[in-house]
C-alpha cells in the first residue's frame, strides 16, 4: 500500500471499496517531545506535547477491513463553526 500522508485540516479519509467515510483503523507512528511534569507524590503530568514527525503506516477501512482503496478527500463541508 502507498504511504499517506498525515491529514491536514479539511480532509479525510474515504474507502473506494465501499465508500465509508467515518470508521478507518489508522497505525501511525508519531515522534513527539514533551514536558514531563511529575507531582511530589509521583503522578505524571504530560504537556506541551509538541509533534516532531507523523508517518501514516496504514489505514484500514472498518467494513471493508482492508486498506487497498482507502484515499484523502477534502471535507470542508465537515468543517465545524465554532459557536461562540
Ligand atoms: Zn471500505
Not at 463541508?77 to 465554532?82: A, D, K, L, S, V
Request: net charge negative; aromatic share 8%.
Amino acid at each position: 500500500m502507498a504511504d499517506l500522508e498525515p491529514l491536514k485540516a479539511g480532509q479525510r479519509y474515504r474507502c473506494k471499496g465501499c465508500g465509508a467515510l467515518t470508521r478507518f483503523d489508522v497505525v501511525k507512528t508519531t515522534r513527539t517531545k514533551s514536558f514531563y511534569h511529575f507531582t511530589i507524590g509521583g503522578a505524571l503530568n504530560e504537556e506541551d506535547v509538541e509533534v516532531l514527525a507523523e508517518a501514516i503506516e496504514t489505514v484500514t477501512c472498518r467494513w471493508c477491513g482492508h486498506g487497498k482503496d482507502i484515499e484523502v478527500i477534502d471535507a470542508l463541508e465537515e468543517t465545524e463553526t465554532p459557536t461562540q
